[in-house]
């Protein structure tokens, strides 16, 4: 079946007691046994509900992976996924991770004795550089939050797997529809799902996906046990979310690449941050690795004023942070989503004061140019 037909109906069976179309929003917190271990599979909200059942066989669907789990969070989602491996353990950590990544492994988990390394993964030779003997997993983000740079999921996976380490990837920023790591040899997919699987930024979410039955039982033991599950009300919200991934996708494509393309021209940006532009050093890459180059662009403004008259002045973009939804965005990296990345390395990775961050949404194309247009006058 094709993506489109996957994402309407993949979980979606009609109601077996009423003949909904629509999976009901199974809002109980425990559910009636017949007797001492007689049950229809469902015991208790924590460990098993149906809303989310359905949409954990969807996204997962999408993905092409045998095992999906819903989260609270995008966070808790990656949380999860850094379960699978323990103090004493090392990881090569993409070094142009969202800053709530970078975060829990700088302020968190190297409490616990977990060991990583921010590298430039844009290049496979910098990971094998980085790769210990006590190296259990590689994460990386692609393409990356804000500046887009790309990492190669194949040949990473590849050295990883000859290392004996997993590889995790954040796919948030492209979806399954525009790229599905699994197929390329990463282990674990992770996602917001407050993002574009939700796609209308009245959800917040998570997601991890995999086709190894060791690491699903793990993901599956590990979202029971700490109880960061995704609600049956936001998985009802995200199963309508996913229905129209495909034609949301397709416009956030079409607008982020005109978008990119105007900016490029544009006198007040110096640079701009877009896998779709020839000018992207990885621009090759994103065409054999995606479907296509997603609605997230950032641009280079000079300096932190020119940088807030932008963020200041626009009129249908709006100043938010977040991602994904059918309404454009915009925001400030430096001061916002990786507020908690250290000055320095936030000036190595290009995430400087004038940097804006766009999600591009799928209004009429012609009323965000003339939006941009007008704010980077000021």
Not at 193 to 211: E, I, P, Q, R
């Amino acid at each position: 079946m094709g993506f489109s037909t996957i994402a309407i109906h993949a979980g979606n069976e009609p109601d077996p007691s009423t003949g909904s179309v629509s999976v009901p929003i199974y809002q109980t917190s425990t559910y009636a046994q017949e007797g001492l271990g007689k049950h229809k599979g469902y015991e208790y909200a924590r460990t098993q509900n149906p809303t989310r059942t359905a949409l954990e066989t969807n996204i997962a669907a999408l993905e092409g992976a045998k095992f999906g789990f819903a989260y609270a969070s995008g966070m808790s989602a990656i949380d999860a996924s850094l379960k699978l491996v323990k103090s004493g353990d090392h990881v090569v950590l993409g070094n142009n991770t969202y800053g709530g990544t970078f975060r829990l492994f700088d302020r968190i988990l190297s409490d616990y004795g977990i060991e990583f390394d921010l590298v430039d993964t844009t290049d496979v030779n910098n990971v094998e550089q980085a790769i210990r003997e006590n190296t259990k997993m590689v994460f990386v983000e692609t393409p990356t939050n804000p500046v887009m740079s790309l990492t190669d999921l194949e040949a990473v996976s590849s050295l990883a797997h000859a290392h004996g380490a997993i590889v995790v990837c954040d796919n948030t920023f492209m979806s399954p529809y525009l790229q599905q790591p699994l197929a390329l040899g990463v282990d674990v997919v992770v996602h917001s799902t407050t993002k574009y699987l939700n796609g209308h930024s009245d959800s917040v979410g998570g997601f991890a996906a995999t086709n190894d039955e060791q690491i699903a039982e793990w993901l599956g033991f590990v979202q029971n046990s700490i109880g960061a599950i995704l609600s049956p009300f936001d998985s009802f919200m995200v199963l309508r979310g996913t229905k129209t991934l495909a034609v949301r996708m397709d416009r956030h494509n079409e607008n982020g690449q005109a978008v990119a393309g105007f900016l490029a021209e544009h006198p007040k940006v110096s640079k701009v941050y877009y896998p779709g532009l020839v000018s992207h050093p990885q621009h090759e890459l994103a065409k054999r690795q995606q479907r296509g180059f997603g609605g997230m662009v950032s641009f280079e403004t000079g300096s932190l004023d020119s940088a807030k008259a932008v963020l200041e002045n626009v009129r249908l973009f709006t100043l938010a942070e977040s991602l994904g939804g059918v309404e454009s965005l915009i925001s400030h990296p430096a001061s916002m989503t990786h507020a908690s990345v250290p000055f320095e390395t936030r000036q190595k990775l290009g995430i400087t004061d004038g940097l804006v961050r766009v999600s591009v949404g799928i209004e009429d194309l012609e009323d965000l140019i003339n939006d941009l247009d007008q704010a980077l006058s000021r």
